[in-house]
């Protein structure tokens, strides 16, 4: 593929512009000093630490308002400024890592709730505002914003939507992109949209025009900058149950997770397959993993909310199919443990362990491919084969710690799996030579996903690098990314969102 | 609360145009690869800011980019002085949950802010506002240098000895400024027939002083352990948590294990209660709510003695919120005083946020256990004009003991 080549766009050098960009924000929030840039060069792990100057924003911006967020992409435009927003800096897909420096856009000082609707069960917020502590004001009059993905109290809403992030209880009550009514975008010309549906900023559902809301999630920043959202918030649930069922072999557990799938219970949050792989590696390297009988070789995690008749019928309901299935019941205690710790299982320094069993501090990735229920064995043991060949080669630089495999979609626990391979990475000692391994394993799992129909990610976004040459040339194809450089280049005719990200440089 | 890290290797200092230490550098890769930054959302400053530089994250983020050559001390000169040194960014970091019960090292932000603050006004790099800061520790040098007399002139006609096996020592922002919290403590003391004594001359111990001059601090902290020592003390009970965690925390890695109990004087009081040897005679008819000391609570992980003095407390309506929670909030003062002399725009917003939450709670008073969040809240109240009354607990129990502060 063509190499990126941003000489032919002509940006405007970001330093000529620092006082105009104080008179918009105020000076106290136009920070140049490199620590302050350097930080915000990163997003979740990997990241090429060995080039690290490359990625660093020319200054960070914290602007405070729409008008503000307007008038900085104003004169971004005007001067062919590159312009990359960042919420929560938490996003696996690398969408707040600036691929040609420029202006850093940081959201999170645009952090208020700024009004709760209960008659309409709606909430309208910033783009900084954290779900945790928005559920903490909600909580005061029996709302609840379900978003809730491993990075549940980092991740800003503003992320969520430019992500398109996904929900582990997004089976029970939906991800994102199912959950915003309404959306105020700056695009990249400064002018201010509202986008979303029916005469008021609460109504969900209208059949009428295209749905251009839509189009706002996902995007990492290549589109505009969402301002402000309306949010869809449901009851509190009366009830939560995790349970937890013992396998004797993969075969055993994929067969019981279709059977639960397709049960037809409805106050299912989420089921969660870890596979043997996973079990090995809980058992190996995690210190607080409670032990499981020895016979257990993987486990089907089915967590339920609701009323408490709903969710009681459920659990007879699943026990009787799981029974059926050959699982073991393990008891409630593995099961509150260990959804008490979905949000642990996220991007942090981690011990593994060498070929001699010698503890090296690692850090956590992990690849989200979305998989069709069909394929899951081939396509996880096919993953498993993938990293373990670059585990051998490369003691003390990889590790592969096993797969989850949530149900995929919102609201339905069938048909497609978020099918997610933990990989670990020794960041510190990654060196040129190295981050070109990383990028040909990323790329052998991606084209392993798109070859059996799945999805190079279902929830993180694919623009890394390893990711997004697959991406454009096996996943997006009859057409589709044609139309992505389309739409790129009528909302954005200069090409300073995010650029670079997603390849969209090829549109010009 | 049980200390498990100290880092000899922030005993280098970080000098400008010179390599970071390697073990630096791989220490602050442990919190850069955490991007789960649990130390941002409940960082005080960052809740009024929304900056994430001055986050656990930020300080280590940007050392160790400064470690791989992107980095410029002298631009840092401001960074440092956005930490309150609350410690909830180490209590909250997930190193510290999982590799503080396995591994035994935690993250040490605070330790890392005043190191920073430390090596930076070795090389002449202070933060703006620091005049301030350093004409408190040249005033409370002053009193260090100046006579015994004004040292203990808050103990006038309490007629305490200058030594006992049990000893309380109260700090010079306690002596000087804040002087109804000694004395409430003394009189509280004596009225439960506790026989102890108080030092002649107590040496400094303010925390604007060990971010300077570590040399000098240490050499005060001795002199205090040593002083101590010769009064007979077999427990000292401290006044000020501030102090108390310099004690239990900090002074033990200068001069070794104390020769005596550190007690802080809520646990001692609440003892007193217990046993019943502190009666109370009179009701206080209030709806309170407690504010925890950042230095008590995060630091020390003290918190359960306010609570059961409060309780045990006759007509008192409280509403005091979990431990755990109370560490998003802070006064706004900083375990050093520096924050707010430096920035005191941010430290009143996080002083009104305090105050407006207890008001949430219905409270009408909001007790405090020390004087430097009892002085913050106090001028807090004036400029805002929200009506919570700050008063120290100690006074309280004075109060309902019958006693005159």
């Known amino acids: 593929m063509e190499k990126m080549d941003f000489s032919k766009f002509g940006y405007g050098k970001v330093a000529d512009h620092i006082e105009e960009l104080k008179d918009i924000v105020g000076p106290e929030n136009v920070m140049t000093a490199m620590h302050d840039r350097a930080m915000r060069a990163a997003s979740c792990a990997p990241f090429p630490m060995q080039r690290w100057e490359d990625h660093i924003p020319d200054v960070v911006v914290l602007p405070g308002s729409t008008e503000e967020v307007s008038e900085v992409m104003k004169l971004a435009n005007k001067y062919k400024l590159p312009v990359v927003p960042r919420g929560a800096g938490c996003g696996l897909a690398d969408g707040a890592f600036p691929l040609n420096k420029g202006i850093c856009l940081d959201m999170k000082r645009m952090n208020e709730i700024l009004e709760v609707d209960d008659i309409n069960r709606t909430v309208t917020v910033q783009p900084g505002v954290n779900m945790q502590e928005l559920n903490k004001v909600l909580d005061k009059v029996g709302m609840y914003y379900p978003d809730d993905p491993a990075s549940y109290g980092t991740a800003v809403i503003g992320g969520r939507i430019g992500t398109n992030g996904w929900s582990v209880g997004g089976a029970g009550s939906g991800h994102p992109a199912n959950l915003v009514c309404s959306m105020e975008v700056v695009l990249p010309t400064g002018e201010v949209v509202w986008l979303g549906k029916g005469g008021s900023r609460k109504c969900r559902n209208s ?38 069922y ?18 037809g219970v409805k106050c299912a949050v989420n089921y969660i397959m870890f596979d043997d792989e996973k079990i090995d590696f809980l058992r190996r390297d995690d210190e607080a993993f409670i032990p499981l009988p020895e016979s257990v070789k993987c486990v089907v995690m089915a967590t339920f909310a609701g009323t408490e008749g709903e969710v009681l019928a459920a659990r007879k309901k699943i026990l009787g199919i799981m029974k059926k299935m050959k699982g073991t019941y393990l008891g409630e ?26 503890v090296v501090t690692m850090s956590w990735h992990c690849e989200d491919n979305c998989m069709i229920h069909s394929e899951l064995p081939e396509f996880t043991h096919g993953l498993h084969k993938i990293v373990k060949k670059y585990v051998d080669k490369y003691d003390n630089i990889f590790n592969d710690a096993g797969c989850f495999i949530y149900c995929g979609g919102p609201y339905r626990t069938w048909g497609d799996y978020l099918a997610e391979v933990d990989v670990f990475i020794n960041e510190y000692a990654m060196t040129p030579e190295l981050w070109e391994v990383w990028l040909d394993m990323k790329r052998e799992i991606a084209e392993l996903a798109v070859d059996l129909g799945g999805s190079i990610s279902i929830c993180h976004g694919a623009c890394r690098e390893g990711d997004v040459d697959v991406l454009i040339e096996k996943e997006l194809v009859d057409g589709q990314f044609e139309m992505m450089k389309k739409i790129k280049k009528l909302f954005d005719p200069n090409n300073i969102m995010n650029p670079g990200k997603y390849r969209l440089d090829l549109a010009y | 609360m049980e200390i498990l890290s100290y880092k000899k290797f922030y005993e280098d200092p970080v000098k400008k145009g010179e390599k970071v230490d390697d073990e630096l550098s791989k220490d602050c890769y442990n919190v850069f ?67 503080g019960d396995f591994y035994r090292v935690t993250t040490t932000t605070v330790d890392l802010v005043r190191k920073m603050r430390r090596d930076l006004h070795a ?163 209030k709806k309170v709510t407690f504010h925890d000391p950042c230095s008590l609570n995060k630091l020390c992980g003290n918190y359960k003695a306010p609570r059961e003095i409060i309780a045990a407390l006759p007509g008192t309506h409280a509403e005091i919120e979990d431990p755990v929670l109370q560490w998003k909030y802070c006064c706004g003062n900083g375990v050093s005083s520096a924050f707010r002399k430096a920035l005191p725009d941010v430290s009143y917003k996080i002083g009104v946020r305090r105050l407006k939450h207890a008001n949430d709670v219905g409270a009408e008073v909001l007790l405090v256990a020390c004087p430097h969040c009892k002085d913050m809240f106090a001028e807090t109240k004036t400029k805002s004009g929200i009506n919570i009354e700050p008063v120290h607990i100690l006074e309280v129990v004075a109060y309902c003991m019958g006693i005159e502060v």
Request: charge should be negative.
């Open chain 1, 246 to 263: 013992g396998f004797a072999s993969y075969e055993e557990a994929y067969n019981a997770l279709y059977q639960i799938g397709i049960s």
């Open chain 1, 207 to 244: 059949s009428a025009g295209y749905r251009m809301l839509e189009l706002f999630f996902g995007h990492q920043g290549t589109l505009g900058v969402v301002t402000e959202a309306v949010l869809d918030c449901c009851p509190k649930p009366e009830v939560e149950f995790p349970s937890y």
């Open chain 2, 33 to 99: 690869a955490c991007r789960h930054k649990f130390c941002r959302e409940w960082c005080p400053d960052y809740v009024e800011e929304g900056n994430e530089s001055y986050t656990s994250y930020g300080y280590h983020t940007g050392l160790l980019a400064l470690s791989r050559g992107n980095g410029d001390l002298s631009e840092m000169k401001n960074a440092y002085i956005h930490c309150l040194e609350c410690g909830q960014c180490e209590l909250k970091c997930p190193n510290t949950m999982f590799g």
């Open chain 2, 123 to 285: 090389q002449g790099i202070d933060y703006d506002g620091f005049e301030e800061v350093q004409k408190t520790i040249d005033d409370f040098k002053a009193h260090d240098a100046g006579p015994d007399e004004d040292l203990t002139s808050w103990a006038a006609g309490l007629d305490l000895p200058f030594e006992g096996e049990t000893m309380m020592f109260v700090d010079y922002y306690n002596a000087f400024q804040t002087r109804e919290v000694p004395i409430a403590a003394a009189k509280i003391l004596k009225a439960a027939g506790v026989k102890f004594g108080i030092l002649k001359h107590p040496h400094i111990t303010t925390g604007e002083l060990y971010e300077t001059d570590e040399d000098a601090w240490v050499d005060a902290a001795k002199k205090n352990v040593e002083a101590l020592k010769e009064a007979g003390a077999k427990t000292v009970i401290i006044v000020n948590p501030h102090e108390y965690s310099y004690f239990i925390k900090e002074y033990p890695r200068y001069v070794g294990e104390l020769p005596f109990d550190v007690v802080f004087i809520t646990d001692y009081v609440n003892d007193l209660i217990k046993a019943g040897t502190i009666k109370f005679v009179k009701p206080y008819n």
């Open chain 1, 333 to 358: 205690e593995q099961a509150w443990g260990d959804w008490a710790t979905r949000h642990d299982r996220y991007h942090l320094a981690v011990h593994c362990r060498d070929g001699q069993g010698q």
